[in-house]
């Protein structure tokens, strides 16, 4: 493997990040178009290119993949100090034994309480952190995100339908019923908003419309509160990975195996959409395809995770930015914006345990209480946003 | 013409309103022993129900319907934004905040214990809101303030969770009042909520003429010798009052606010505030109470919410106004 290291050439003040990407996407071009015009006021190198095989080579963005490991270790980190603290506290070796061998004073509250909710918690963050930061690549718009434009309301709707009207009562087909109606609202969401074009204000505005009415459908079914199902409504409708395991984590870590393959394409085919429609059809891109497969992609990953935990807002919306800003790229990283979206929902489901010891607040809760202030802050930041 | 036909049309309807209000629920009583029972009393097992159950909660509909349409046109001719809202502005999610506070601190219980709570918790709402979505490029857009309500809405409901979730007693008081449902009232809640109503609705009405210049643009409007400042701040002070009040009395009951103006307004043909208002507070409570009645009816043995009812409603309007040209630009 030899390493090829690429100077980066940025720009006068004027390109966009979105530009330097570019770029760097073609040095051949950059050089021969634009040497004439532009002083070079900052050189940095940024890239590693791999080439394993002579016909093989691959990019590597150095910061994003060394944040990447960091964010593996912290997401780590974030899940033995879960497994550890708790109203029971859980030495260190502890839990490591009672988690592989067994036999400790501890196996009960390690392996069976806390581990399952912890992996879940992990699955579902990461799938919210895709899922944003491909919603957000095709819209390109930040404050765009799978449980604002509805993707989540309209999963929660579908289940409580499914649960309250007895199609379904085994809990292996409620994933399914989810992205069934994910998959709908966010279709609904599409048509209604489409009118000689998509205008990203409209589609938001008429998701969060869309979402407080499948809300009040909900609520609709919960008023019957004789029905037997209200009470396990009410439950999964809190965002909470309270009483949450294996059960719900294996059919997210199905899903999120096999969007695996279609993720690492994503990953290579998103990045030129963020240039605008128009160039990236120029570079060759078929745009309205790559931006269909890329949101059918995100709505499936939103909507199993809401599947498996309920409404769990704010995650899908702050996890690809704080990725993005961490990881210092034009585009929006997925591998980053998954891992923290694990780090930013295990961390919250740690303090939603412990912060009023007694009590359990809903992880749902915390994060609103975290993500409504960032969302607020990126409408009031000025000139970059909508 | 139009503008003649009009009052006495929204007259007509809210007597239907008030007529099927008494008469629909589990229990049916016929009209005309639901009229009889109101005017004359009397204490058969029908006018029991119609004295004692559903004349409070009529009247808390009523006021309640009438306080949101209100407050519904005032805002948006004060962010002159079509899609203002007490519920999309967020400032019904920050009064119900503040009534969960007050509920929580055992500050007060019924209605004039948290009405100062909830005013508190609007009016920061509506500071926080409006001064978010006015900074950065554009100014106070539609988008931008529907946002800000949005995230604002969420975080107050993160808030009020968290409190709820650990104290019970007051879960136990709010469950029912948290989706904005007007049973369950006593007749007193009206007669309480009255000074706020009244405060609110002549400080909105007098700013009636100001908000018609308002409409104009600033410019046009201070050179028609308005004091703009003074306009929108009385008129959005009058409008934050009765969103808390209301939402005091009944809980958080979005989209009245948003439908019932854009519907007054295609019926008199106009864009008159010192029509649009009045008409407004008198198609709300319209609205409300059919959204009530509706409510017993859906689904017979339990009631649903009439918060619940108006969201089906209003998102529809909602829908149409930001598919129409030029609302979001």
């Given at each position: 493997m030899t390493g090829d290291r690429r100077r980066d050439r940025t720009a006068d003040g004027t390109a966009t990040p979105q530009g330097r990407g570019e770029l760097r996407d073609r040095p051949r071009r950059t050089r021969s178009t634009h040497t004439h015009t532009r002083t070079r006021t900052r050189t940095r190198t940024r890239e590693t290119v791999l080439r394993p095989h002579p016909l093989l080579s691959l990019r590597l963005h150095r910061r994003s993949a060394l944040v990447a490991l960091a964010l593996f270790g912290l997401t780590a980190a974030a899940m033995a100090a879960s497994a550890c603290l708790g109203r029971t506290l859980v030495p260190p070796d502890g839990a490591w034994r009672a988690l592989w061998h067994g036999g400790t004073p501890y196996d009960l509250v390690v392996t069976e309480l806390r581990v399952p909710r912890i992996v879940l918690g992990a699955l579902v963050g990461a799938a919210l952190g895709l899922a944003g930061a491909l919603v957000q690549t095709v819209t390109r718009n930040p404050l765009a995100s799978p449980d604002v434009i509805g993707v989540g309301h309209g999963a929660a709707a579908a289940t409580v339908l499914a649960l309250a009207t007895g199609v379904t009562d085994s809990p292996g087909a409620l994933p399914a019923v989810s992205v069934a109606g994910g998959l709908g609202a966010a279709a609904l969401v599409h048509a209604l908003a489409w009118r000689r074009g998509m205008q990203a204000g409209r589609f938001v505005l008429i998701g969060v419309g869309i979402g407080v009415a499948l809300s009040a459908v909900v609520q609709l079914y919960l008023?019957?509160?004789?029905?037997?199902?209200a009470e396990q409504m009410k439950l999964w409708l809190t965002g909470s990975l309270d009483g949450r395991g294996w059960e719900q984590a294996l059919p997210l870590a199905v899903v999120l195996a096999v969007c695996l393959p279609a993720l690492v394409w994503a990953g290579w085919a998103a990045r030129p959409l963020g240039l605008g429609d128009e160039t990236a059809a120029g570079l060759g891109v078929r745009v309205d395809r790559t931006r269909l497969v890329l949101t059918v992609l995100g709505v499936v990953l939103a909507a199993t995770a809401t599947g498996a935990a309920g409404p769990i807002g704010f995650v899908a919306l702050t996890a690809p930015q704080l990725a993005r800003r961490l990881a210092c790229t034009p585009h929006l990283p997925l591998l980053c914006s998954a891992l923290t979206g694990a780090v930013v929902l295990v961390t919250a489901d740690l303090a939603a345990r412990t912060l009023l010891p007694p009590l359990e607040i809903p992880v749902g809760a915390l994060t609103a209480l975290v993500g409504g202030p960032y969302l607020l802050w990126l409408l009031g930041r000025g000139p970059r946003q909508t | 013409m139009r503008r003649l036909l009009a009052w006495p049309a929204a007259a007509a309807l809210l007597a239907l309103a008030v007529l099927l209000s008494l008469a629909i629920g589990t229990r049916p009583v016929a009209p005309d022993v639901a009229l009889n029972a109101l005017l004359h009393?009397?204490?058969s097992p029908d006018a029991l129900v119609v004295r004692s159950l559903r004349v409070p909660r009529t009247l808390v509909g009523l006021t309640a319907g009438a306080a949101l349409g209100l407050a519904g046109a005032a805002l948006q001719a004060v962010t002159r934004n079509p899609l203002a809202d007490p519920g999309v502005l967020g400032l019904s999610q920050g009064a119900a905040a503040g009534v969960v506070l007050a509920l929580a601190l055992g500050a007060g219980y019924g209605f004039e214990g948290t009405v100062w709570y909830a005013f508190a918790g609007a009016v920061a709402a509506a500071c926080l809101v409006y001064g978010i979505a006015s900074r950065?490029?554009?100014?106070?857009t539609p988008v931008k303030l529907a946002l800000a309500g949005t995230a604002l809405s969420a975080m107050a409901a993160g808030a009020t969770t968290v409190v709820l979730t650990s104290s019970s007693a007051t879960l136990d008081r709010f469950r029912f009042w948290q989706v904005g449902t007007v049973g369950g009232r006593d007749a007193g809640t009206v007669v309480r909520m009255l000074p706020f109503l009244l405060a609110g609705g002549v400080l909105v009405l007098a700013c009636a003429r100001g908000l018609d210049a308002l409409a104009l643009g600033d410019d046009t409007a201070r050179a028609l010798g308005h004091r703009v400042r003074t306009v929108r701040a009385a008129a959005a002070l009058g409008a934050t009052l009765l969103v808390a009040s209301a939402v005091a009395a009944?809980?958080?009951?979005?989209?009245v606010g948003l439908a019932v103006p854009h519907a007054v307004r295609r019926l008199v043909r106009g864009v008159g505030y010192r029509a649009v208002l009045p008409l407004s507070a008198v198609l709300g409570a319209v609205l409300l109470l059919v959204a009530d009645v509706a409510g017993r009816v859906v689904r017979p043995p339990s009631e649903v919410p009439a918060g619940v009812m108006t969201a089906l409603v209003g998102v529809p309007v909602l829908v149409v106004l930001v598919r129409r040209k030029g609302a979001v630009s």
């Open positions: 008023a019957d509160s004789e029905l037997d199902a | 009393g009397g204490s950065g490029r554009g100014g106070a009944a809980g958080p009951i979005a989209f």
